[in-house]
C-alpha cells in the first residue's frame, strides 16, 4: 500500500501593519464594505419603487386601456393617503387612556415623514408613475409580474400636481375662445 502524504499546514505569517501588504488588504475591506453598502442601498430603492408600482398595478382599472392625466392625478392622491387607515387606528390605540406614553410612535413618525416627502416631490419635481398614458405602456405594465429583474422594461413618467391645475386652465382659456 501506498504511504499517504502527509498535507503541511503552514501558519499564516504576520503582517507588519504599516506595510505594503497590510495597506492592501485594508483596501480590500473597505472595498468590499463600499459595495456591500451601495447594493443595500440599491436593493432599497428598488424594492420601494417595486412596492409602488405593484400598488399602482393593483389600483388601475383592468378595463381600461390608457389613462389620462386627470385620472393619472386621482389615483396619486389615492397613493398619497394610503396610510391613513393605519393612522387612525394608530390615534385610536393613542385614545385609550390606561396606556402610558407613545405606542407605535416611530411608525407614525415614519408615516408622516413618508407622506410629507411624497407630496413634497409630487408638488416640486413631480411623482415617479408608470407609464399608463398610452396603450403600449399600459399594456407592458400590466404584462410586468412585480419581478425586479423586468423593472427595466417599464417606462416610468413624472407627474407634477401643478399640471393639473394648468391644464384645466389653458382647456377653460381654449374652451373660452371657441365659443366666441
Given at each position: 500500500?501506498?504511504?499517504?502524504?502527509?498535507?503541511?499546514?503552514?501558519?499564516?505569517?504576520?503582517?507588519?501593519?504599516?506595510?505594503?501588504?497590510?495597506?492592501?488588504l485594508?483596501?480590500?475591506?473597505?472595498?468590499?464594505?463600499?459595495?456591500?453598502?451601495?447594493?443595500?442601498?440599491?436593493?432599497?430603492?428598488?424594492?420601494?419603487?417595486?412596492?409602488?408600482?405593484?400598488w399602482?398595478?393593483?389600483?388601475?382599472?383592468?378595463?381600461?386601456?390608457?389613462?389620462?392625466?386627470?385620472?393619472?392625478?386621482?389615483?396619486?392622491?389615492?397613493?398619497?393617503?394610503?396610510?391613513?387607515?393605519?393612522?387612525?387606528?394608530?390615534?385610536?390605540?393613542?385614545?385609550?387612556?390606561?396606556?402610558?406614553?407613545?405606542?407605535?410612535?416611530?411608525?407614525?413618525?415614519v408615516?408622516?415623514?413618508?407622506?410629507?416627502?411624497?407630496?413634497?416631490?409630487?408638488?416640486?419635481?413631480?411623482?415617479?408613475?408608470?407609464?399608463?398614458?398610452?396603450?403600449?405602456?399600459?399594456?407592458?405594465?400590466?404584462?410586468?409580474?412585480?419581478?425586479?429583474?423586468?423593472?427595466?422594461?417599464?417606462?416610468l413618467?413624472?407627474?407634477?400636481?401643478?399640471?393639473?391645475?394648468?391644464?384645466?386652465?389653458?382647456?377653460?382659456?381654449?374652451q373660452?375662445?371657441?365659443?366666441?
Open positions: 500500500m501506498p504511504k499517504e502524504k502527509k498535507s503541511r499546514k503552514f501558519p499564516q505569517k504576520l503582517v507588519h501593519p504599516n506595510s505594503r501588504k497590510a495597506n492592501k485594508g483596501a480590500k475591506v473597505l472595498r468590499k464594505q463600499r459595495i456591500n453598502r451601495t447594493q443595500e442601498e440599491t436593493n432599497l430603492k428598488r424594492g420601494t419603487l417595486i412596492e409602488k408600482l405593484l399602482f398595478q393593483n389600483e388601475l382599472d383592468p378595463d381600461k386601456d390608457m389613462f389620462r392625466k386627470e385620472e393619472m392625478h386621482t389615483i396619486i392622491e389615492k397613493y398619497l393617503h394610503r396610510f391613513d387607515e393605519e393612522l387612525e387606528q394608530i390615534d385610536i390605540v393613542k385614545s385609550l387612556k390606561h396606556r402610558k406614553g407613545r405606542q407605535h410612535a416611530s411608525r407614525e413618525d408615516i408622516l415623514a413618508t407622506i410629507a416627502r411624497e407630496k413634497e416631490i409630487y408638488q416640486l419635481s413631480g411623482l415617479e408613475v408608470p407609464d399608463v398614458l398610452t396603450v403600449h405602456g399600459c399594456e407592458v405594465f400590466r404584462a410586468w409580474n412585480g419581478e425586479a429583474r423586468y423593472l427595466q422594461s417599464l417606462k413618467t413624472k407627474i407634477i400636481a401643478k399640471n393639473i391645475d394648468t391644464k384645466t386652465e389653458i382647456d377653460n382659456t381654449e373660452e375662445e371657441q365659443i366666441k
